[in-house]
């Protein structure tokens, strides 16, 4: 059974910074496509970005020149780096691989909330 397990969340005031983790249970040079998504309660989840085995990388309009989505095969993990933080990003924040999402599979995520 795969697994992702996201990790890193946390509560952070308006301008910070926070990396979030993915780590897999097998050898994420299988996943062509990795994504992040997000959801705040009451809304649909969104998605946030994606990157691909090559490393090619793609953002929402909403946290472009801020967020940056990076994979570390040799590692098993994806990570989301958060810069220049807002109160609307506040969000669980999910990851995912193609495959995974064609199957309606998710995980737990982890909690960023964005406060003073």
């Known amino acids: 059974q795969v697994q992702l397990v996201e990790s890193g969340g946390g509560l952070v005031q308006p301008g910070g910074s926070l990396r979030l983790s993915c780590a897999a249970s097998?050898?994420?040079?299988?996943?062509?496509?990795m994504v992040w998504y997000r959801q705040a309660p009451g809304k649909e989840r969104e998605w946030v970005a994606t990157?691909?085995?090559?490393?090619?990388?793609t953002y929402a309009d909403s946290v472009k020149g801020r967020f940056t989505v990076s994979r570390d095969n040799a590692k098993n993990t994806m990570y989301l780096q958060m810069n220049s933080l807002k109160p609307e990003d506040t969000a669980v924040y999910y990851c995912?691989?193609?495959?995974?999402?064609?199957?309606?599979?998710w995980g737990q995520g982890t909690q960023v909330t964005v406060s003073s």
């Open positions: 995912n691989e193609a495959r995974a999402m064609g199957r309606g599979s």
């Open positions: 097998v050898n994420i040079f299988s996943f062509n496509v």
């Open positions: 990157i691909v085995k090559s490393g090619m990388t």
